[in-house]
């Protein structure tokens, strides 16, 4: 057995958890199908009325002549760019280093599919319009990722992406968005889904981040693009006879949690801006730009994980269950604001981040 570990103990013993959603557990789904009628047809095989109904209704919202449902976004954005491969004849595409094909896919691009990724900008900053502009390699497609995780959640201002789009059709390369946090980053540009969309030709969403599904992904793009990814997902086997579990809870967190992604944002915004009043600790970005953001802790980690888990015991709300440790004096995690943040008595707030504080400066970090 493996060692228990304190932190996600003591994380896991809180009444009250800062990020997220809540738990995720099976009462996700049965939320979901409560009020559906039991003699509701499954779609089969990628076919019937349960899925064409919400695949119409994302290529709408989305802004795209057609969508297609798929198990993973894993699977559908490997289709995507092989796709836009094959339809150039040139097996390249572009990226950001740290994109989550590169890191976080045991390298399926390349084994699957024979792709060679070009890795643009330094992997602790954006890709900017002058990264595209100097490329040495020709490439069949561009991948953006709205915000980029790995860093942050960073984004481009939109007139990048506007600059980065142009500059792509007059040259014929395709532009993806790796929009897995789409609806999440809209309050700050202020623009639709489907005015940030029109700047791509091909668009991937999630419903498990911010919408907080069991699973599931749409690939938008035009009829053609879609008619062949759906080819390219009956060969990945993600055909299975049925997805109306994924639909549906899909569905109705679509239609709950949309509404809620300004203030997400705005909570992500006040919870940044009380880590950032504690010492030693800071957020990139210093203001977020969607409901996410990393907390960095500038003490090691041993010691912070000891200092959170009293804090867990005396306050009884839990900040992360789990850091990362970036060097020997430095540590961090991610946080994504949903619907428990709001759920916060303020006075636990405001003892949490006092008390955060106080155990920051007592380790004495010179």
């Known amino acids: 057995m493996s060692e228990a570990n304190p932190l996600v103990e003591a994380f896991i013993n809180t009444t009250y958890q800062v990020a997220g959603h809540g738990k995720r557990n099976i009462q996700i789904l049965k939320d979901a199908l409560h009020d559906v009628d039991g003699q509701t047809d499954s779609d089969v095989y990628g076919n019937g009325k349960i899925i064409e109904e919400f695949q119409a209704k994302m290529a709408a919202y989305l802004g795209k002549e057609t969508a297609v449902f798929f198990p993973s976004g894993t699977m559908a954005q490997q289709i995507a760019l092989r796709i836009w491969c094959d339809k150039k004849g040139l097996k390249k595409v572009g990226y950001h280093p740290l994109c ?40 069949a497609c561009l991948l953006l990722e709205l915000p980029q995780r790995e860093i942050g959640g960073q984004l481009p201002d939109y007139e990048t992406l506007e600059e980065i789009s142009s500059y792509c059709r007059k040259k014929g390369i395709k532009l993806h968005l790796d929009g897995a946090r789409l609806l999440e980053i809209l309050p700050y540009y202020q623009k639709s889904a489907a005015e940030v969309c029109s700047l791509f030709d091909s668009v991937y969403i999630s419903f498990y981040k911010g919408i907080g599904g069991i699973a599931g992904a749409i690939l938008a793009g035009d009829k053609a693009f879609t008619e062949e990814s759906k080819v390219w997902k009956r060969r990945h086997g993600g055909d299975l006879i049925s997805l109306y579990p994924y639909i549906v809870s899909s569905n109705y967190y679509f239609d709950e949690r949309l509404p809620k992604m300004q203030q997400y944002y705005n909570d992500a915004k006040e919870l940044a801006e009380l880590f950032n009043s504690c010492d030693a600790v800071s957020t990139m970005p210093l203001v977020p730009v969607s409901n996410m953001f990393h907390v960095h802790f500038h003490a090691p980690k041993e010691q912070v994980e000891a200092g959170l888990v009293e804090l867990y015991e005396t306050t009884g709300v839990g900040l992360t269950s789990y850091l990362r440790q970036a060097t020997e004096e430095t540590c961090s995690y991610e946080v994504s604001v949903g619907d428990q943040y709001a759920t916060l008595p303020k006075e636990k707030v405001k003892q949490v981040f006092q008390l955060l504080d106080e155990k920051m400066k007592s380790f004495n970090i010179i």
């Open 100 to 139: 989550h094909l590169e890191i976080h896919e045991e390298g399926g691009l390349r084994e699957l599919h024979h792709i060679e990724p070009v890795l643009l900008a330094d992997k602790d900053r954006l890709i900017e319009l002058d990264d595209v502009l100097s490329m040495n390699d020709e490439i």
